[in-house]
């Protein structure tokens, strides 16, 4: 934990302790939370971060299969909303891989709808890699 702390602040970030066992790496102005790390004791057990959509996404799905493969478990659901919001169309999904130890789940929600004839869109999705430990059997 000492060496997270000490990188993250050679790189000008902030490590905040959260719940036991967790650190928010972000900065302190402006006050952004980048990404959620576990440990284990001493030891790093997993990295969790949001994923900007439309710069992001594609790139980390891409490395994830080139590591893991095809996802072990898919799930998703969506509909389009009545009513006021109509024409609305939310999803989310959930994808999850699992290698040796290795667990990577990579979380989105989809939220498009069109306004006065403009299509507005919110894609917020998050990535999380963890290994098996004795701190979450």
């Given at each position: 934990m000492q060496q997270f702390v000490f990188a993250a602040s050679a790189q000008g970030l902030m490590a905040q302790p959260g719940e036991p066992g967790y650190f928010y790496l972000g900065s302190?102005?402006?006050p952004l939370i980048l990404s959620r790390v576990g440990f284990c004791g001493d030891i790093l057990v997993s990295y969790s971060r949001n994923i900007q959509s439309?710069?992001?996404?594609?790139?980390?799905?891409?490395?994830?299969?080139?590591?893991?493969g095809a996802p072990?478990?898919?799930?998703?659901?969506?509909?389009?909303?009545?009513?006021?919001?109509?024409?609305a169309f939310r999803?989310?999904?959930n994808?999850?891989?699992a290698r040796g130890?290795?667990?990577?789940?990579?979380?989105?929600?989809?939220?498009?709808r069109l306004y006065q004839g403009r299509l507005f869109r919110?894609?917020?999705?998050?990535?999380?890699?963890e290994t098996l430990n004795p701190c979450n059997l």
């Open positions: 302190a102005f402006p439309d710069v992001d996404y594609a790139r980390v799905l891409a490395g994830i299969f080139s590591v893991y072990g478990k898919m799930q998703f659901s969506g509909d389009i909303e009545p009513g006021i919001a109509a024409g999803a989310t999904g994808t999850l891989w130890a290795d667990r990577v789940s990579m979380a989105s929600a989809f939220d498009w919110q894609q917020p999705a998050s990535v999380t890699f």
